[in-house]
């Protein structure tokens, strides 16, 4: 994909799309060679490469030279960045300057979380020429208002609450809206109520499309294993399988062999 003109027209002709969290140039490069749609550089990035505990510690500064870096390895794949944590609050000129920073760094697009409280930022930026996704469900930069990383919107009072900042979301001019851990009827919901393409991530199979976190698809981070995150890949086993292979060869001086000898 690369322009929102290619969200509309999947979610018009009922396709599936599919899309990544990735933070750098290699796995930007290995995403652009796949039919994957679009990536994200999500705020994720914190925790996956920085080895924060939650994605609070993401800030402009931080997020910046990884969309750069997606970008010089994606091609002209659609990139979208995450607004990070608070940028949305301090005020429309801050919350401009933030969402201007990321796109001038590469990103096509900027997902926001959550809707009450900038409704008038997402407005503005969409006013401003910046096309915004929408985040609603488990929205990682709440973590410590919603007690931990739980399934939201279980209660009948929490679902209509989230179906109406989904239509207000749309009526913004959001181009799509990711749905995360939130129960799948629900998402099911949300996605028939809706004109723009929804995208789930622990939000069941009815969604328009789904995201995934490149490290987790691959199967890199054994200590991270929610339900939803198949594993398309051993990559923890393999990669230090791999690292196992290197360091005992070293050791026992059977690498380099001699056809890896510079003469
Ligand atoms: O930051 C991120 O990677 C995300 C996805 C998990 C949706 O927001």
Known sequence: MKTILDFARAR??????????????LMARLVAASPVDAILVGDSVAMVSHGFPSTVHASVELLVPH???????????FI??????????QGLAPATAAAGALIQAGAN????????????????????????MGHLGLTPQSVHQFGGYRIQAREPEAAAQLQAEAVRLEQLGAFALVLECVPGALAAAVTRTLTIPTIGIGAGGETSGQVLVLA???????????RFARRFLAGHELVT??????ATSVKARTFPAAAEFIA
């Open 216 to 226: 987790d698809l691959l199967g890199l981070n054994p200590s991270f294993q929610p």
């Open 109 to 132: 697009a900027v997902k926001i979380e959550g809707v009450a409280g900038h409704e008038d930022v997402i407005a503005h930026l969409i006013g401003s020429g910046i096309p915004v």
């Open 241 to 246: 399988g791999a690292l196992t292979d290197f």
């Open 80 to 89: 979208i960045a995450d607004l990070p944590f608070l940028a949305t609050r």
């Open 67 to 77: 969309v750069a870096a997606v970008r010089r390895g994606a091609g002209d794949l």
């Open 12 to 25: 018009r002709e009922q396709q599936p799309i599919a899309i990544v969290a990735a933070y750098d140039a």
